[in-house]
Each structure stands twice: as C-alpha cells, then as structure tokens.
C-alpha cells in the first residue's frame, strides 16, 4: 500500500535529484534502488521503462492514474514543458505532506475517545466476572465489540461505496458541511487545497481558467467545486479573479481582500499562497479543539454511563430490601 506520506517523499526526494541535475531516467533508477515500498518500487520501475521506450514524464505516470492524480499529472506536465520540473515535484511533495499531517492529527486525536469507548465495554461488565465467571463476562464483552466493530465497519462500506459514487459522496459532503465544528473544518481545507493547487498551477504557467478548474475538482469539496466552476465564464471573459471569486459564496471578504492585493502587487501566486497558509492554520486550530473537546465528551458520556449502572443497582438493592420488610 502506498501510503500520502511514501507518496510525497517519492516527490520531495525526486524533485532534490531533479534539482541537483540528475536527468529524469537516473533519478528514477535511484528511487527505484532506495524505495522499500514493494509496489511503489513496482511502478518507479514501470515509469522508467515506458520513459525508455520514449514516452514522456506525464505519459509514463499517467499508466497509473490510481497513484498519480490528474492534478499532480498536469502540474508535472507543465513543469516538464516550463523546465520548472523540480519546483514542480517540490510543490506536489508539500501538498500531499499536508494532507498527511492533518489527516494524522486528527487520527492521533481520536486514540483516547476510541480507548474510553472501549472502557465503556469492559469495566461494566468487570462484576459478571467475578460474580458469574468467565464465560458470561466474555459473551457480554463480544456482544458489545461486534455492536462497535460493525458499527465502524459500516461508517467504512458507507464511505467506501460514496467515494466510488458522485451522488452519494455529494449527498454526504453536503450534510456532514452542515454539521458543526465539522463543516467549517471541511470548508477551510478545502479552500486551503484550492489555493494551493491554484498556486502551483498557476506558477508553473497553466492558464488562469485552466488553472481554476483542475483546483476546484481538486480541492476535495464537491459543494466548494461547483460553486468555483460557476465562475470560469467570467475569467474566459476576460474578468479578474477578485471580481469572479466574490461570486463564490465559500469564500469570505478577507480572501477576496487578500487576492485583491496580490494582483494588485502582481505577486498572485505569493497571496494564493498565504492564502492556503492561513486556512491551513485555521484549520489547524479547528483539529486541536476537535482533538481537546472530543475526548471530553467521550469521558462525560463514559461517567454517565457507569454512574446510570451504580444507580440501577443500588436502586435494584434497596427494593429487594423493601420488600423483605
């Protein structure tokens, strides 16, 4: 398995011997003698191949679209056809190194909720142990974990089959956007990816609709796309960006201020990407207090279980005591 982070050092280590003036079919065999990764190793020696038989950079990655985005293709083609190829890998290593850090943050954020959730199962059932054995403490133990397992099984088959259908995935980016704290973060992510991918492309010399385009499919947010892609009339018409985009009804006045003053200044590829830095940042800041406030909740909700099971005991003692009497 190839994994965002194997996949954007492949890039960042590509891009330094590109940039130290290895040609593209050295650098390659030396990727493919240092890479441990068996079935990225695999395809470092397919491109390699299909470069030696005459094929470009892009044409060669492009046999394995399941690896290599259309997004990074194209940005790899320009830098290919610019001769800006290092700087090109450089900008889709640092991407895919983003992602990476934010998906594991919020991974790592959710380990304590997940063993809280698991203390939930055995400390109740701790007293069947020693009062009924072991037997009975197991059976009550597994039914609970086969009821969470297949619980999280689901949630996976569910994202599993919306990512492999657009209407589904539509369906649930909509509704997980209304949720709180949960929908701001998908917004600024993805608005943080778009500026990103609008930068590279755009520095590496894509046309501005173009360019436009490819970072709206790219930006992971299907309800932020479409409203983007609404606006490209207005750029092939000739139109700036900060008119078109005060159209997109995602993005707030500090963005639209911000671009205002990068094509004033001329240094729009520099503004888009303080722009990604800084709903990176807030985005950021959302993960740490998702990360503080959830495992909170979960310990609350863990409290008030144990505590609802102590109170149905003794309210279950006190009646037998009563009706001894």
């Known amino acids: 398995m190839i994994t965002q982070k194997g996949l954007a050092n492949f890039y960042h280590e590509f891009g330094t011997l590109v940039n130290a003036g290895v040609n593209v079919l050295q650098a390659l065999r030396s990727l493919e003698n240092s890479t441990v990764n068996f079935q990225l190793k695999g395809i470092i020696r397919g491109v390699r191949t299909e470069i030696e038989k005459g094929a470009t950079l892009t044409q060669a990655m492009g046999i394995y679209p399941h690896v290599f985005s259309s997004l990074q293709l194209r940005i790899i083609e320009i830098g290919e056809k610019s001769g800006k190829l290092d700087k090109s890998l450089f900008r889709i290593g640092d991407n895919l190194d983003r992602n990476y850090k934010n998906q594991t943050k919020l991974m790592l954020g959710f380990i304590y909720p997940v063993l809280l959730i698991h203390a939930v199962i055995f400390i109740p059932a701790i007293p069947t142990l020693f009062l009924e054995g072991f037997a009975p403490f197991l059976k009550t133990v597994l039914g609970r974990l086969t009821l969470l397992y297949g619980f999280f099984l689901l949630i996976l088959l569910i994202v599993k089959i919306s ?21 701001p973060l998908i917004k600024k992510l993805a608005i943080a990816r778009f500026m990103w991918n609008l930068s590279a492309l755009h520095s590496a010399g894509e046309n501005m609709v173009r360019a436009v385009q490819i970072s709206a499919d790219g930006c992971g947010s299907i309800p932020i796309a479409n409203s983007i892609l609404k606006i490209l009339p207005d750029i092939e018409r000739g139109g700036n960006l900060t008119s078109a985009f005060t159209k997109v009804r995602y993005f707030p006045s500090l963005v639209i201020e911000m671009l205002s003053a990068g094509e004033e200044s001329g240094k729009i590829d520099d503004m888009l990407d303080k722009i990604g830095k800084y709903y990176e940042e807030e985005s950021d800041a959302t993960i740490k207090r998702i990360v503080v406030v959830a495992p909170f909740l979960v310990y609350l909700a863990v409290v008030l279980y144990i505590a609802s099971i102590i109170i149905r005991f003794w309210t279950g003692y006190f009646n037998q005591i009563n009706c001894l009497f």
């Open 163 to 183: 990512n492999r259908n657009f209407g589904l995935r539509k369906f649930f980016q909509y509704i997980f956007g209304c949720v709180p704290v949960i929908g």
